[in-house]
């Protein structure tokens, strides 16, 4: 245990689950999405459903899908910059299977035709989990360099990335790879511990097979899409 563990966040409070965890969701939706989100529909789940409007938890997800951080002094005023920012919203409660309770899942819709379907949940002192992404289950957590790699369920793939990584000095940390069928749309997360310049990045992206990619930069939460 760290002081970060005994003392919480850096945060805009009153709840650490309840809105720094809500900002991260929000900030790792925006992220995931790849560009400026323009329409959400946020659908809360068990307790962020019951008390979250009181801790401000709509707020935290809204001013997260705006690109602010869990200690942006503007997130109590969410609502009025979302409004300035055109970013259009809905909320309401779900009731999600086998979920923690302080779970939201979001939908997206950003510039063309960027959509996303995102499932995660705050875990206390900020820590949040993302466990589904397009109805692909996941888990990743947003607290190392991360790649998140949707591609064609397809002989090659992967070793092509593993590969190019290694010849990069790249360090995998954690891998997981996800599909819906065999054959089918599929996801690779890749947690790292250096960090890939946006070069690299797009010389990945440019692999056969390779459908979109995104990546997480713990130090600086900056984004290639």
């Not at 790849?34 to 009181?54: C, D, K, N, V």
């Not at 949707?150 to 092509?160: C, H, I, P, V």
Request: hydrophobic share 40%; net charge negative.
């Amino acid at each position: 245990m760290d002081l970060f563990d005994i003392l919480g966040p850096i945060m805009v409070g009153p709840s650490s689950s309840h809105t720094a965890g809500a900002a991260r969701i929000g900030n790792m939706a925006r992220t995931l999405l790849g560009t400026q989100p323009r329409r959400a529909a946020i659908h809360l789940h068990g307790s962020f459903a019951e008390t979250g409007l009181g801790h401000g938890t709509d707020l935290a997800i809204i001013g997260g899908l705006l690109g602010m951080k869990p200690d942006d002094l503007r997130i109590p005023f969410a609502l009025e910059e979302a409004e300035k920012e055109g970013l259009e919203y809905t909320l309401d409660a779900v009731d999600l299977r086998d979920a923690h309770p302080n779970t939201a899942l979001i939908e997206l819709w950003g510039d063309g035709d960027a959509h996303l379907e995102v499932q995660a949940c705050s875990i206390g002192g900020g820590a949040i989990e993302v466990h589904m992404l397009d109805g692909i289950e996941v888990f990743f957590t947003g607290d190392h360099n991360t790649l998140v790699i949707r591609n064609q369920d397809e002989f090659g793939t992967l070793a092509a990335v593993t590969t190019i990584l290694n010849q990069l000095h790249i360090n995998v940390g954690n891998m997981s790879v996800h599909r819906d069928r065999r054959g089918g749309d599929a996801l690779m997360v890749l947690e790292t511990d250096q960090h890939l310049k946006p070069s690299q990045v797009q010389f990945l992206r440019e692999l056969p097979g390779v459908i979109s990619i995104t990546y997480f930069d713990k130090e600086v939460e900056t984004y290639g899409t």
